[in-house]
């Protein structure tokens, strides 16, 4: 069985299953933002538990047999115990930005893991092709496609050194003042951007847009999507700053149906992070920049 490469959303606007998907996504903010790890995990148990009376309540069957599947409506259990499985794995690690090779490897063993697990489990375990990565899923670009790049440029150099610099949360990464650590922040800022995309967009909102309106799904994603982003160090007022981007991202998601657009415009904007990084605890050495 084959599904869409993103997934058909649900058709109803106010539905029970919106309550256990927004206790699986609030869970976020109590991993990542307030740091307490026995309410995430309460949240989360909540969550699923009531996924399991909304499956019940509707007929839905947890583990349809192959026949059946082909017609029974996605199980809200099953698509937020994925959502979940994720966020438990990358709550395992502190999310505080570190260079050293060892913080390398973690972040690659519980990023990679919470991406790869659900994956694995509702290709091969549920059966139900519920994640895809549609790279080019909606052919070439178009012009306003490259005028938005173009635009995110734009917009991430005029705003970005204002938030770094005068907030001051650049101080939440690390002095890189050799051209190792420069070379260290670049990959790693750029390989956590194609993750944000990858579990934040083609899990977490794919997942979510099955069993809400796009806009519900969307506003969810978003806030485990913010949630990240904050431990990560975009704190003080970053979130005026993430919010908007998340839900940007999702909506351009389903607009081109292609994951390399969206990553393409989340390195953009990571490569002025990145610059922005460099220029703060280096002055003078990117003068490319008003602040």
């Not at 991406?115 to 909606?138: C, E, K, Q, T």
């Not at 907030?167 to 194609?194: C, E, H, K, M």
Request: aromatic share 14%; hydrophobic share 60%; charged share 10%.
């Amino acid at each position: 069985m084959k599904s869409p490469a993103v997934a058909t959303p649900a058709t109803a606007t106010w539905t029970w299953s919106l309550a256990p998907a927004l206790l699986v996504c609030l869970a976020a903010p109590a991993f990542f933002v307030l740091q307490i790890a026995w309410l995430g995990w309460m949240l989360l148990t909540a969550a699923l538990i009531g996924a399991w009376l909304v499956d019940r309540h509707h007929g839905v069957a947890i583990r349809p047999s192959r026949r059946a599947a082909e017609n029974s409506p996605p199980s809200l259990l099953r698509d937020l115990s994925l959502i979940a499985i994720g966020q438990l794995i990358v709550s395992a690690i502190p999310l505080h930005a570190e260079l050293d090779n060892l913080a390398f490897l973690r972040f690659t063993l519980a990023l990679g893991g919470a991406v790869l697990v659900p994956y694995v489990i509702s290709r091969f375990v549920y059966g139900d092709y519920a994640i895809r990565f549609p790279w080019r899923g909606g052919g070439r670009w178009s012009r306003v496609q490259w005028i938005w790049l173009v635009g995110v440029l734009a917009l991430g150099w005029l705003i970005l050194p204002f938030y770094f610099i005068t907030s001051g949360v650049y101080q939440n990464w690390p002095v890189v003042n050799t051209p190792d650590l420069i070379a260290r922040l670049f990959v790693g800022v750029g390989a956590v951007g194609i993750w944000d995309e990858l579990f934040f967009i083609c899990t977490v909102f794919v997942l979510l847009r099955r069993h809400a309106v796009t806009w519900q799904a969307n506003v969810l994603q978003t806030i485990v999507f913010v949630a990240f982003l904050w431990e990560l160090g975009y704190q003080a007022w970053g979130p005026a700053l993430t919010i908007p981007f998340a839900l940007i991202q999702g909506v351009v998601f389903l607009r081109t149906r292609s994951l390399a657009y969206v990553v393409t415009v989340h390195l953009l904007f990571d490569a002025v992070v990145f610059s922005v990084l460099v220029h703060a605890h280096n002055p003078g050495a990117l003068p490319i920049f008003l602040v």
